[in-house]
């Protein structure tokens, strides 16, 4: 059994959308298999080839998004604690040492999109906040050294 992931309502309808996508390419790849089979010499044939590899690794990545949801679990907001910086919490703190002032929402590894303001609560900073509350100080290990933050605002959106 794999890892059990969290995500949202809107991050698991995300990921079998994905998964129903890859689903409709597939006979789209295997006719290419076949249209390139009839050209004859398969030893020799790049495109016959190219579609067999591609359909390797569609298939990888159906196989990885059919285990991801197996494993998924949909969290409810009445499940967290509202004091705490947990999953689907959205986190406001303050870089000690710059001042600037910045706001994530804490979300699965799955559902992380840093344009979207959504950070991993695998990643260094989704570590350092989790558990946390308001006005807690806490210093976190990121690839540029450390970061010393204060938690200003926890959120359930």
Not at 69 to 89: C, E, F, M, Y
Not at 100 to 112: D, F, I, N, P
Not at 120 to 142: A, F, H, M, N
């Amino acid at each position: 059994m794999g890892k059990i992931s969290y995500f949202s309502k809107e991050g698991l309808q995300k990921l079998k959308k994905e998964l129903e996508d890859l689903l409709k390419e597939k006979p789209k790849i295997a006719q290419r298999i076949a249209d390139a089979r009839e050209l004859g010499d398969l030893s020799e044939n790049s495109e016959y080839h190219a579609a067999r590899e591609a359909l390797a690794l569609l298939e990888m990545k159906i196989y990885q998004l059919q285990e991801t949801l197996a494993n998924a679990r949909v969290l409810k907001d009445d499940d967290l604690d509202p004091d705490l910086a947990l999953i689907l919490s959205t986190v406001t703190f303050v870089n000690l040492d710059t001042g600037k002032e910045s706001t994530y929402t804490l979300v699965s590894s799955g559902e992380a999109d840093i344009r979207e303001k959504k950070i991993s609560i695998e990643s260094p900073i989704g570590k350092g906040l989790l558990g946390k509350r308001v006005g807690d100080e806490v210093e976190i290990q990121v690839p540029a050294g450390k970061m010393r933050i204060k938690i200003t605002k926890i959120t359930r959106e």
